[in-house]
């Protein structure tokens, strides 16, 4: 079974950066797309929320709400996906998780199989 570890959340004050690993174990990495999500507390539904989504191929999407702030990344030789976020803001502050599924980048979270367990992301004002 896939597993995935999300690492390098915390507290931070806006305007702050963060990066966010997503190491990937007990599969062949490199076909698998990636997607970064996240859940805040409160928001209606409580949904994951899409945040990047990186394909095997290296093509990226991004949410409006985070576009020219975080950049997603892989590396395929370490298994491990990365967000890089700059400029946090308050409104960033959630659980962030990885996801991985094979056939094609979505960015739907119900269309992705495996996650991760989170890491919490807090950005104070």
């Known amino acids: 079974q896939v597993q995935l570890v999300e690492s390098g959340g915390g507290l931070v004050q806006a305007g702050d950066s963060l990066t966010l690993s997503c190491a990937a174990s007990?599969?062949?990495?490199?076909?698998?797309?990636m997607g970064w999500f996240r859940q805040a507390p409160g928001k209606a539904g409580n949904e994951h929320e899409l945040v990047a989504t990186i394909a095997w191929s290296g093509g990226t999407h991004y949410a409006d709400s985070v576009k020219g702030r975080f950049t997603i990344s892989r590396d395929n030789a370490k298994s491990t996906a990365y967000l890089q976020m700059n400029s946090l803001k308050p409104e960033d502050t959630a659980v962030y998780y990885c996801?991985?599924?094979?056939?094609?980048?979505?960015?739907?979270?119900?269309?992705?199989?495996?996650w991760g367990q989170g890491t919490q992301v807090t950005v104070s004002s």
């Open positions: 996801a991985a599924r094979l056939r094609g980048v979505s960015s739907s979270s119900g269309q992705y199989p495996d």
């Open positions: 007990r599969l062949t990495f490199s076909p698998y797309d």
